[in-house]
């Protein structure tokens, strides 16, 4: 991978895993930034600062990667944090949006749960996850919040894979390029 922009000062040793989960994907594995402590932090303060001016009701996170730094963003802005979670893996009582949406190796659902106190509509919203790649999820993401009624007010990921998605509108710590 070669690397565009870096806003870390903390050196990444991002591993990499050819052919999984399937033949073809190149798998990027963040376990050993998380794993760091001072980097794990310095992540967490970036999105913070970006972030903490913003009107933001909450911040949502997609699984599994996205929890790990969704939960962190949303406590120290002393904000809610919602997972997005994969078709089923949410009590049917609570599901309040069902969507599917293509990845990279086939197509996936996911579902939001339901909020209480007139549940999306009119509240304010950030997408937090991992690595943006095509842009798929987030787009499916921010489709179905925006027909619950609620405002996306931006979306960040601590890695963008910029031949992907070509998008300039994410908030990226790390922009590559896959060789």
């Given at each position: 991978m070669k690397v565009l922009k870096n806003n870390l000062k903390n050196e990444l040793n991002i591993r990499?895993?050819?052919n999984f989960p399937i033949e073809g994907?190149?798998?990027?594995?963040i376990t050993p930034v998380i794993i760091q402590k001072e980097v794990l932090k310095e992540i967490i303060d970036k999105f913070e600062e970006e972030l903490k001016e913003k009107n933001i009701d909450y911040i949502v996170?997609?699984?599994a990667r996205g929890f790990l730094f969704g939960v962190a963003v949303a406590d120290?802005?002393?904000?809610?944090?919602?997972p997005v979670r994969k078709k089923g893996k949410l009590p049917p009582t609570t599901v309040e949006s069902v969507f599917e949406y293509e990845k990279?190796?086939?197509?996936?659902?996911?579902e939001l749960p339901k909020l209480v106190n007139d549940g999306y509509k009119n509240?304010?919203?950030y997408i937090i996850d991992d690595i943006y790649a095509t842009g798929n999820t987030m787009k499916a993401i921010s489709n179905a919040i925006e027909n619950l009624g609620g405002?996306?007010?931006g979306e960040g990921v601590l890695m963008n894979i910029v031949k992907l998605n070509n998008d300039t509108n994410i908030f990226s710590l790390l922009?590559?390029?896959e060789e």
């Open positions: 990499t895993e050819k994907i190149e798998f990027i594995d996170a997609p699984e120290r802005l002393n904000i809610g944090c919602i990279e190796y086939g197509t996936d659902k996911l509240k304010n919203f405002n996306v007010v922009d590559v390029e």
